[in-house]
Nanobody
Framework: QVQLVESGGGLVQAGGSLRLSCAAS????????MGWYRQAPGKQRELVAA???????NYADSVKGRFTISRDNAKNTVYLQMNSLKPEDTAVYSC??????????????????WGQGTQVTVSS
């Protein structure tokens, strides 16, 4: 009943910038936490940045000062502004959201949803 779609990934040179977007759609009642994760080949998935419905944020140490997470609750969308990109930032980036939604019987349920992921490649 809910779908998350990421956009904005691509190829960029070291020192460049990208802005990722993730929009949630469907029979949504509300969204609490939203975040961005990344996974490089052969490595564990890690949290990059997250934000709560109340506006608090947290970041991985490796991206502090370079990345900024923000959200537009009216559009059910979360963004990740990535500046001063480094080759080690190369990974598949996925968004995640804690969603309350209605099923086909209009019962209100709650679960975490994931987007399909978008590739970010930073060349040296």
């Amino acid at each position: 009943q809910v779908q998350l779609v990421e956009s904005g990934g691509g190829l960029v040179q070291a020192g460049g910038s990208l802005r990722l977007s993730c929009a949630a759609s469907g029979r949504i009642f509300s969204i609490n936490d939203m975040g961005w994760y990344r996974q490089a080949p052969g490595k564990q998935r890690e949290l990059v940045a997250a934000t709560t419905s109340g506006g608090s944020t947290n970041y991985a140490d490796s991206v502090k000062g370079r990345f900024t997470i923000s959200r537009d609750n009216a559009k059910n969308t979360v963004y990740l502004q990535m500046n001063s990109l480094k080759p080690e930032d190369t990974a598949v980036y996925s968004c995640n959201a804690d969603v309350q939604y209605y099923d086909s019987y209009y019962r209100r349920l709650r679960t975490y949803y994931w987007g399909q992921g978008t590739q970010v490649t930073v060349s040296s």
